[in-house]
């Protein structure tokens, strides 16, 4: 099955810089890239999504970036506010939205002020 | 976006007893809702995934007769928790997809934390 690895698991930043978080993934069929932001005792809530049809997706200060060869995605988010500060999950699927996501590990995004 | 909501959020219950928990999509029907279950500081495990009128499909490891799961209709999936015990308190979090053309989006319910004591 699917395996996605996610790094780091922790990142602490300065207010204004910028954050990359990155995942792997095994399967060369998966095909849907999402990314969820958790805050704390709440459920994850969609940020941004890739599809494999191409290599970069943006949304203000969020950037998705795919590389299908290397199978790898990563996250960018461009001068942070402390209010970025959750837990981050990248997810893998085959096929469309409703095929079983395959989370990463997640990682806990600190934005200092 | 859509919603999805989950019901209860928080439930505290006795060793042995049964917890139901709802999962709605609020403004849209949903064919297939997904159960996850989270630990502290862990990923999103998925538990099973619920078809709307048929039986659900459990991951490996996962106990079907001790987590029941219902999807008696298009917009709502329930997860029982049959005589909790203190190793499944967690936080059950549901997942529903909005069916828009040919991906359509996975969208999360607010979760509901079980407190098993």
């Known amino acids: 099955g699917e395996n996605v690895e996610q790094h780091p698991s922790t990142l602490s930043v300065q207010e204004g810089d910028s954050a990359v978080i990155k995942c792997t993934y095994s399967?060369?069929?998966?095909?849907?890239f999402p990314w969820y932001k958790q805050e704390l005792g709440k459920g994850p809530q969609l940020i941004i999504d890739?599809?494999?049809?191409?290599g970069e997706k943006k949304d203000q200060r969020i950037a998705v970036t795919l590389n299908k060869t290397a199978k790898h995605f990563s996250l960018h988010i461009t001068e942070t506010q402390p209010e970025d500060s959750a837990v981050y999950f990248c997810a893998a699927s085959k096929g469309n939205a409703g095929n079983m996501l395959t989370f990463g590990g997640g990682t806990r995004l600190m934005v200092k002020p | 976006g859509a919603v999805v909501s989950q019901h209860p959020s928080r439930v505290i219950c006795k060793s042995g007893t049964s917890v139901k928990i709802e999962c709605r999509s609020l403004d849209f029907q949903a064919t297939t809702m997904f159960w996850y279950r989270q630990f502290p500081k862990q990923s999103l495990m998925l538990m099973a995934t619920s078809n709307e009128g048929s039986k659900a499909t459990y991951e490996q490891g996962v106990e079907k007769d001790k987590f029941l799961i219902n999807h008696a209709s298009l917009t709502l999936s329930t997860l029982t928790v049959t005589s909790a015990h203190p190793e499944d308190s967690s936080f059950y979090i549901c997942?529903?997809?909005?069916?828009?053309?040919?991906?359509?989006?996975?969208?999360f319910g607010e979760g509901s934390r079980l407190t098993v004591l």
């Open positions: 997942s529903a997809r909005a069916l828009q053309g040919e991906y359509g989006e996975l969208f």
């Open positions: 890739i599809r494999s049809n191409v």
């Open positions: 399967d060369s069929a998966s095909n849907y």
